[in-house]
Every structure is written in structure tokens, then in C-alpha cells.
């Protein structure tokens, strides 16, 4: 079994969603202002500082029910991959074990100009801070528009889209490519499709089923519907 994850799984825990009307980040500020590498060459202390705030908030952030039902889900099937869109690190907060990571994690900072983690910097001086080796701005390791997902991640989650037997879409728009692709990878290879979202997207007709309604509801209620016993 794969599954996909989309911000609308962090959804009940506070964290706003990207592309939701009402409560999206993007609702409030325009992504090519924030989240792509020339947004940052232009202003970076707007950019680091969205992300500061960002970072804060998925820090005060706790798992929901969604997040705890696919830790659950990932001890009672033998093959389990989770891919994530998602930077907020709640998947692994829950207690997932075996988690792609395709977009990275916000809390991790690297550098802009050598693109290495770094874990010690300088959090007094400017805005943003600057790498200790060559004194570039850092950044967080997040990938932003335009950019490449990271290869190995991508490749084991191709990998794991195209061997499973069921494949989950949950909580994602399914418009960002190439993480949009993977669940046609799936269908393609012969999988099952199930998607879980409260609203209709460009996969929904594809999908041989479409349960509607929160992941912080409807997953529990699988987990339960498939396994009566279980505490
Ligand atoms: P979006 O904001 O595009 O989509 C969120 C989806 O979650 C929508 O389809 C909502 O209907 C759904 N949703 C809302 N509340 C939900 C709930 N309680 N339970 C389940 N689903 C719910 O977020 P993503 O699809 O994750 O990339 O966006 C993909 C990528 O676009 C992000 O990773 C980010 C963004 O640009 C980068 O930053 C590279």
C-alpha cells in the first residue's frame, strides 16, 4: 500500500492548507512572492521571515486523528509507503516510520549557495542568517516552485507508486507535478485508486473510489470499518 499526502491532511491540526479560498496561506499572500528561489534573491528577508512564521506554527502544531490513523494503518499492511508533500514533519510527529519526504522539511535550514543542511548558525545577526562556511543566505529546505524535487526521494516514491496494489490520494489537490503524477503512475501499474478529500479535484474521475469528507475523520473510520477489533 501507498499513500499521498496533501497539506489537507494537516488541515485539522491548524496548519493552514495552499490552495483552500477561505483559510489557503495563499489566500493572504501571493506564492510567487514567497516560495520561488528568484522571490528570495529579490527580497530574502520577506521570504525567510514567512517561513519563520510558518515553521512556529507546525512547531505549535499537534497531530489529528488523520495523521495517527495512517501510523496504525502502516503497522497492519506489510508494504507500506508514505509520500508526503507536506514540510511540516506531523507524519513522522505521529509515529509514521517510513516516510518520503517530497517537497523537504521546513524545519531544516541549508544553505543557498553551497545546498547543504546546515544545523548551526547564527540566529542574532541578520535576516536571514548566513551560512558560517561561505557567508551565503540561508534558506529552508523546502522545495520551491521551479526547483527539482529531490531525486532520491522522488525516485523511491515512482518506485513505490508503481509496485503497490492499493494506492492513496489523501488531502492533495493533485494539481503539483511531478507528486500529481505519482497517483497515474499507480493506476497505470495496475493499483487501486481511493481518494479522501472533502472536495472533488482533477484525479476524482480516475479514482475507483472517492471517499469524501476530513482525513482526520474519514481514516479513522476505515481503520475501524476494516479492523472492528482493533483498540
Ligand atoms: P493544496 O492546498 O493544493 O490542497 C489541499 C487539499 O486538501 C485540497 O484538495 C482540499 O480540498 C483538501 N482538504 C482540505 N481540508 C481537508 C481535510 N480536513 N482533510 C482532507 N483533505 C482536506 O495542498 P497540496 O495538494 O498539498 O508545494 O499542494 C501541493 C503543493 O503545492 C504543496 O506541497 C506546496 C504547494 O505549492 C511546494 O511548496 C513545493
Not at 483552500?20 to 528561489?37: H, M, N, V, Y
Not at 503497522?75 to 509507503?81: E, L, N
Amino acid at each position: 500500500m501507498t499513500v499521498l499526502t496533501g497539506a489537507g491532511v494537516s488541515a485539522e491540526s491548524g496548519v493552514p492548507t495552499f490552495r483552500d479560498a477561505q483559510t489557503g496561506i495563499w489566500a493572504q499572500f501571493r506564492p510567487e512572492e514567497l516560495a520561488t528561489p528568484e522571490a528570495f534573491a529579490a527580497n530574502p528577508e520577506r521570504v525567510w521571515k514567512w517561513y519563520a512564521w510558518r515553521r512556529q506554527m507546525v512547531a505549535a502544531a499537534k497531530p489529528n486523528p488523520g495523521h495517527l490513523a495512517l501510523v496504525e494503518l502502516e503497522r497492519k499492511v506489510t508494504q507500506f509507503t508514505l509520500i508526503t508533500q507536506n514540510v511540516d514533519g506531523l507524519h513522522q510527529r505521529a509515529g509514521s516510520r517510513n516516510v518520503i519526504e517530497l517537497h523537504g522539511n521546513i524545519s531544516r535550514v541549508k544553505c543557498s549557495a553551497e545546498n547543504i543542511v546546515v544545523t548551526e548558525y547564527d540566529e542574532d545577526g541578520g535576516v536571514p542568517p548566513r551560512c558560517r562556511r561561505c557567508g551565503a543566505f540561508l534558506r529552508p529546505d523546502v522545495v520551491w516552485f521551479g526547483e527539482n524535487l529531490p531525486e532520491a526521494a522522488l525516485s523511491a516514491a515512482e518506485r513505490a507508486s508503481e509496485k503497490c496494489d492499493v494506492f492513496f490520494s489523501i488531502g492533495t489537490s493533485a494539481v503539483v507535478y511531478p507528486a500529481a503524477a505519482l497517483p497515474h503512475a499507480a493506476l497505470d501499474s495496475g493499483a487501486i485508486l481511493v481518494e479522501i478529500n472533502p472536495q472533488r479535484t482533477p484525479l476524482t474521475a480516475d479514482a475507483d473510489f472517492f471517499l469524501q469528507g476530513p482525513s482526520g475523520v474519514i481514516l479513522p473510520a476505515l481503520l475501524k470499518a476494516t479492523w472492528p477489533d482493533a483498540a
